[in-house]
């Protein structure tokens, strides 16, 4: 059974930093791409940051592009979402998510329908 567990999230005020994690297991973690979306409070869930199988490239919604950086630790099964300067319209349910499509660009992937693999989400509150 495939899991994927978020971490990280909470209150933090603007201009503020947070780092959040997600956990998988149940799946041969160095053979999915992963890729963090959000979903504010009335909006559509939208994409944040994805990164291929070994880290080698890595893709950003330009909303973020310049504050987040997306990481991986194949070892640990784990991927990172280091956020900074967070503004107030950051605050949402961050999932993360797991994708193995067998052609891809890893533009591809800011698309949550190559994703196979969900969270339960982390909220993040920015307060300004």
């Known amino acids: 059974q495939v899991q994927l567990g978020e971490s990280g999230g909470g209150l933090v005020q603007a201009g503020g930093s947070l780092r959040l994690s997600c956990a998988a297991s149940?799946?041969?973690?160095?053979?999915?791409?992963m890729g963090w979306f959000r979903q504010g409070p009335g909006k559509e869930r939208e994409f944040v940051a994805t990164?291929?199988?070994?880290?080698?490239?890595?893709h950003y919604s330009d909303s973020v592009k310049g504050r987040f950086a997306i990481s991986r630790d194949n070892w640990k099964n784990t991927v990172y979402l280091q956020m900074s300067n967070l503004k107030p319209e950051d605050t949402a349910l961050y999932y993360c998510?797991?994708?193995?499509?067998?052609?891809?660009?890893?533009?591809?992937?800011?698309?949550?329908?190559?994703?196979?693999?969900w969270g339960q989400g982390t909220q993040v509150t920015v307060s300004s």
């Open positions: 149940g799946l041969t973690f160095g053979q999915y791409i």
């Open positions: 990164i291929s199988h070994s880290a080698i490239v890595s």
């Open positions: 998510a797991a994708g193995s499509p067998t052609q891809w660009t890893i533009e591809d992937m800011s698309v949550a329908s190559q994703y196979d693999y």
